[in-house]
């Protein structure tokens, strides 16, 4: 089966722009996660969907930072606008049923100049 | 809440000689405990999990973590290490019962040399 997949893989942007995040998790998983670990840092949680529902949005920045998943399919996690501190890997992942082990996308690796 | 520490930010080892990252959490509630692997310019990939049941668990790659509920630690290890093996790890936590987001530890970079 594919595996969870993010684009694009990388992304250099200056501050002030927007930038759009994609996520496919793996089919039929309803649990979708999006964490970011800035450089140095520990990887953190941003959200969590569950289908098309946010479930737990607690790790979200500030209102920066909108994510969706209509359908209840791929996510996008967009930032307008970006600033510095945006800079960091975004991952992506997803699950079958809460409680199982998450699958992990390769990540988006956003620099913000 | 819940939070991960991972007492060594490197490690390193030569190969074939055994190894052991440690993990040490803190938590109020029960939780299920996870180390992750990422190798360079990959996603995370799952090594081993626990929880519940017998507290060695065995992963891919032939590593190995025991859940000690009385230290709070969950350490991995391996008898005998591979170039391949180099690596970052992640050590991470959950609650059980729902809202399974991951609590990650800040990694530890395991560098095997020849």
């Known amino acids: 089966e594919a595996g969870v997949t993010q684009f694009p893989s990388h992304s250099v942007i200056e501050k002030g722009q927007t930038v759009t995040l994609r996520c496919d998790p793996i089919?039929?998983?309803?649990?979708l996660y999006w964490y970011r670990r800035v450089m140095g840092k520990e990887i953190k949680f941003l959200l969590h969907?569950?289908?098309?529902?946010?479930?737990?949005e607690s790790g979200m920045p500030n209102n920066r930072f909108l994510a969706e998943r209509t359908g209840g399919t791929y996510s996008t996690l967009k930032v307008q606008p970006a600033e510095l501190e945006d800079s960091g890997v975004y991952f992506c992942?997803?699950?079958?049923?809460?409680?199982?082990?998450?699958?992990f996308g390769d990540g988006t690796r956003l620099s913000i100049l | 809440a819940q939070s991960v520490t991972q007492l060594d930010s490197q490690v390193p080892v030569f190969e074939e000689a055994p190894v052991e990252l440690r993990c040490n959490y803190s938590?109020?509630?029960?939780?299920?405990l996870f180390w992750y692997v990422q190798y360079p310019n990959q996603g995370l990939q799952l090594l081993l999990k626990?929880?519940?049941?017998?507290?060695l668990v065995k992963g891919i790659n032939g590593f190995e973590a025991e859940f000690n509920k009385s230290q709070t630690s969950f350490h991995l290890r391996k008898p005998s290490v591979h170039i391949s093996d180099t690596a970052e790890y992640f050590c991470?936590?959950?609650?059980?019962?729902?809202?399974?987001?991951?609590?990650f530890g800040t990694g530890t970079q395991l560098k095997v040399e020849l």
């Open positions: 992942a997803s699950s079958l049923l809460e409680g199982q082990p998450q699958h």
């Open positions: 089919s039929g998983h309803d649990n």
């Open positions: 969907f569950v289908k098309e529902s946010k479930q737990d």
């Open positions: 938590s109020s509630v029960s939780v299920y």
């Open positions: 626990y929880l519940s049941g017998s507290t």
């Open positions: 991470a936590v959950s609650r059980t019962g729902g809202g399974n987001k991951l609590t």
